[in-house]
């Protein structure tokens, strides 16, 4: 048995603290110490995505990260991203209008692999998103519909170009 | 199709339940909002009211009596490189005659789903064992699964041709992109690169079995 | 999939962590960005006993001209290097190079001094560097030392470094305006094996200032007329070789204005 190692990670806002091994991956940390299931485990093998979550606002793939290594900073997932139901992320919306998930398991990570991109690029091309979504799979939707979304978005974000 | 059919007959049902309690001619009433009403009148009842005087049930078994039969035509438009053998598609235009759509998000996101997957089948989905049995595709690193950066946006033309075979003349999506795209993108493999005496590249295309093929076309030519 | 227990060390410097290293020796193992070590300790390829974790070390990231070099702090992660702009006037090759690697996922998490330590062949950074003619500084208790990266490579995942020492700065010329371009070639296991199929996995990258080159390990640059050589599953030191982790297939091609990419 190795030693336990007490780590204090923001998530979504809310300070969390525990007393973890060292080989606790974030994407446990999040969904079974703090509980939030948002956050997909698909592959494993950081091949997928489908765990993708912001480590101090850059999509990070969770299954891949030590909770160790996220200490001290902050953590969102998809709980963390709309205020309310009512009222979503941008870019959650625009995947609700676009129809840009069927059976919605990749869901989740390619919204903030999404929310990541934007926040680098605010104006991407067609071919930029798509380049950029190279690290989340989907099965259902062919990416045409997510790709449509993420166009949505950053035109509803505007941004600054 | 059975359920158009039971609702069809559930709501007769209900209109001759309703015509006794409402003591009027069947033909008078109409279904709406959950109600069965008298036409033209505020006087009706609610189906949740007469459910609960008696059940209101109907069984039915719908038979199409033979097939329909769903179409479409696929199109690829694809580049290969003849050094490295790889191919990429460029363009992709179907057309999915499914008959009547009655949820057309739902029905284009089966078709883009389904043409990814066969591009897929096409380009880069395979199984791989080495001699001694042993998977070598066991996890996403290894199989051949496309991201958004290798396939490009879909182009859509709808056609709805109804089916005599039923009453809503709807056929079928399930797995129209899937059948129209694989072939579509193999065909045009094996197009791009047909003047350098190719005829035949097993599925999927990948780079080495595109480049193993021009090279015996070519050395064949020799 | 969930790695052997270990103990977990995060020192506050490169002395530190340097002092850790020599006391455990080849039972530590230093975790960078993880994005070649976790996936290999997920799938209990490896089982270090302490993990000494760098990534943290602000003294590690830094981007900066020096005479006519520019100096790389090995912690410094794949995205800082695409965005950066010291890099974008001096050097554009090895930004594009970074651009290149896995998905932006990856690139938020993987460091230079990682990649370059690693010796994946199929992996980008190296063969960028490569392809500069760069210098690796190695750090240990014992001084430090500046090894051409040319002679830092001893074959597929393995290179002069010694146990106790630190890879802490990549080197590399600038180039300016000179001319590039960088190629790669993605393979999988149902891209067919590499033995039968002359494209090498790894990128190559050249530019009319420097060589054209290609990754650790295979000190050729790709050509139809290259000797076919079998990605080995295991390296000439018996370690295993970590799951193939590029996803493709496909290529890039990036090159600077005005230079034509040789042969897609
Ligand atoms: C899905 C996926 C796709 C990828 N695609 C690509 C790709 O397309 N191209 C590419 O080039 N790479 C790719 N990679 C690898 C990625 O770039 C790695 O991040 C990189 O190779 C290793 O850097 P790291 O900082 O993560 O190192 P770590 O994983 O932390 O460490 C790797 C090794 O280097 C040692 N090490 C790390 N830092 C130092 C140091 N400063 N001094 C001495 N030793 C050190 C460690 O002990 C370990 O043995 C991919 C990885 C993944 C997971
Ligand atoms: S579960 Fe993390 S990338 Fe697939
Ligand atoms: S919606 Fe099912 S995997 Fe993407």
Known sequence: ?161 | MAVYKAAGELAELAKQRAADLLEASVDDLEVADGRVGVRGTDTGVSLADLAAREQLKVETVFDSGAASFPFGAHVAVVEVDVESGKAVVDRIVTVDDAGPVLNPLLAEGQRHGGIAQGIAQALFEEVVYDEDGNPLTATFADYGFPSAAELPSFTLVDMETPTPLNPLGAKGIGEAGTIGATPAVQSAVVDAVSHLGVRHIDMPATPLRVWTAIQAATEGAK | MIPVGFEYARPDSVDAALALLAEHGEDAVVLAGGHSLLPVMKLRLAAPELVIDIGKLAELQYVRVEGEEIAIGAGTRHRTLEASEVLAAECPLLAAVAHSVGDPQVRHRGTLGGSLAHADPASDLPAGVLALGGTVVLRSPRGERRVPVTEFYTGVFSTVKEPDELVVEVRVPRTGTAGWAYEKFTRRASTGPSSRWPWSTAGSGSSTWGRPRCGPGRPRPRSRAAPRSRRPRRSPTGTPSPPRTSRGPRSTVATSPGCSPGGR
């Open chain 1, 1 to 161: 048995m190795t030693s336990t190692v007490k780590v204090q990670i923001t998530v979504n806002g809310q300070p969390t603290s525990a007393d973890v091994e060292p080989r606790l991956l974030l994407a446990h940390y999040v969904r079974d110490v703090v509980g939030i299931k948002a956050t997909n485990i698909g592959c494993d093998t950081t091949s997928c995505g489908a765990c993708t979550v912001l480590l101090d606002g850059e999509s990070v793939k969770s299954c891949t990260v030590l909770a160790v290594q996220a200490d001290q900073q902050e953590v969102t997932t998809m709980e963390g991203l709309s205020p309310s139901p009512d009222e979503l992320h941008p870019v959650a919306a625009a995947f609700r209008q676009e129809h840009g998930l069927q059976c919605g398991f990749c869901t989740p990570g390619m919204v903030m692999a999404t929310v990541s991109l934007l926040a680098e690029n605010p104006h991407p091309t067609e071919r930029e998103v798509r380049e950029n979504l190279e690290g989340n799979l989907c099965r259902c939707t062919g990416y045409h519909n997510i790709v449509r979304a993420v166009l949505a978005a950053a035109e509803a974000q505007g941004g600054d170009s």
